[in-house]
């Protein structure tokens, strides 16, 4: 148990649709990290928060969205969904918000299925 | 194109053999990391490694980063078919702090 807690564990809905992720991090930690990882594109980052503060941003569509609140735990919303955005998304939290050495704490994830 | 190229894709060996996984990039890293991931669960740290020529041992596990810190290996010595995952390599270069992983190397053990 890496101490990250995800919910949903699953989650089915249909194009169009605008689902929410969400994520409370390690006793402790600082930063929240996602990933959506599917089978051709491998773990793919999307958005780093710290403290609240949006950090880094990677591959992160504009129909997806973001938000870590005051007591750390973190959000992510997907909107207007495609089949395409059907995939695992992993939350990852690390103390620190300087990724010092890259080491990070993952959930269980949350896999999305859009019919 | 991924960044950390991991080879190989896939590999299936017998309960007893040795075997390498590898993770080059043509970029430098201030660390890599390798992760170990199981069907139905989030990636775990197996080990970090920040110094080139580095080598770690843990158990049957051996990661070596490379002299000029832009490759590693991990070699497991007498697989067990509790090593069966996939193994990602994760990679952080300080020019934009950004961690990124290989595509990874599914492993299977046969018993």
């Known amino acids: 148990d890496s101490g990250v807690t995800q919910t949903p564990k699953h989650l089915i809905t249909a194009t169009g649709q605008r689902v929410t992720l969400r994520c409370s991090p390690r006793s402790g930690d600082l930063s929240v990290y996602w990933y959506q990882q599917s089978l051709d594109q491998g773990l793919q980052f999307l958005i780093h928060y710290y403290n609240g503060e949006e950090r880094a941003k990677g591959n992160i569509l504009e129909r997806f969205s973001a938000q870590q609140f005051p007591d750390l735990h973190s959000e992510l919303n997907l909107s207007s969904l495609e089949l395409g955005d059907s995939a695992l998304y992993f939350c990852?939290?690390?103390?620190?918000?300087?990724?010092?050495?890259?080491?990070?704490?993952f959930g269980e994830g949350s896999r999305l299925t859009v019919l | 194109t991924q960044l950390l190229e991991q080879s190989p894709q896939f590999l299936s060996i017998q309960e007893g053999e040795n075997l390498t996984v590898y993770c080059n990039s043509s970029?430098?890293?201030?660390?890599l990391q390798w992760y170990r991931q199981e069907p139905g669960e989030g990636p775990v740290l197996l080990v970090t490694v920040v110094t080139g020529g580095e080598v770690k041992k843990l158990k049957r596990l051996t990661f070596q980063f490379g002299d000029a810190r832009k490759d590693s290996s991990l070699h497991i010595t007498a697989a067990q078919p509790g090593d069966t995952g996939l193994y990602l390599c994760a990679g952080l270069t300080l020019r934009d702090y950004k961690l990124s992983f290989g595509a990874g190397t599914t492993v299977t053990v046969r018993a």
């Open positions: 970029s430098v890293f201030s660390s």
């Open positions: 990852a939290s690390s103390r620190s918000g300087g990724l010092d050495t890259g080491e990070l704490f």
